[in-house]
């Protein structure tokens, strides 16, 4: 019994938080992903800058601070362009739809995940992100309706009372 309520909890637990399986990253991470790109910048070696640039990217999306997020977000969408190899765009894709699921732009990234799986359509990783945005908006979408369903029942409540009082 005690393990089937524990079970219980911890399902509401991971209902209402989150209880997605993407990575955080830490400021130190960030700061460290920093260091390498101007390290990299000043040995004016090209393909060391771009490999940089992405741990920064990744770290920066990976964030618990917004600012952060919309960063690695404005860094990625403007190197998507300059992205000839189909693996570069792929993981640029991926490391932008991390970003939009983070700041809760959910249709931006489920679009961003479909062209991804447009390149490699068996991607476990680009699979499950797209499974853990699908479920948060079906979260999202049941939180909704039970708040607005409080809400209606709410002023149903005031109004029999209302009503109630009158007579």
């Known amino acids: 019994m005690e393990a089937k309520m524990n079970q219980f909890f911890e399902s509401v637990t991971n209902f209402f938080g989150g209880g997605d399986h993407v990575p955080w990253s830490t400021p130190d991470v960030i700061l460290g992903c920093e260091r390498e790109v101007a390290d990299a910048r000043k040995d004016e070696s090209a393909e060391r800058t771009?490999?940089?640039?992405?741990?920064l990217s990744w770290a920066l999306v990976h964030s618990r601070q917004q600012e952060d997020m919309q960063r690695g977000i404005a860094m990625l969408e403007a190197s998507l362009t300059?992205?000839?190899?189909?693996?570069?765009?792929?993981?640029k894709l991926y490391l932008l739809a991390v970003g939009y699921y983070r700041v809760g732009n959910y249709s931006r990234?489920?679009?961003?995940?479909?062209?991804?799986?447009?390149?490699?359509p068996d991607w476990r990783q680009a699979l499950s992100l797209k499974k853990t945005v699908e479920d948060r908006v079906t979260k999202d979408g049941v939180i909704g309706i039970g708040i607005t369903a409080t809400a209606v029942g709410l002023i149903a409540g005031g109004i029999a009372a209302a009503l109630a009082r009158k007579n």
């Open 82 to 91: 300059n992205t000839n190899s189909p693996l570069q765009k792929r993981e």
């Open 109 to 120: 990234s489920m679009q961003l995940l479909d062209q991804c799986l447009e390149i490699a």
């Open 50 to 55: 771009n490999e940089s640039i992405m741990r």
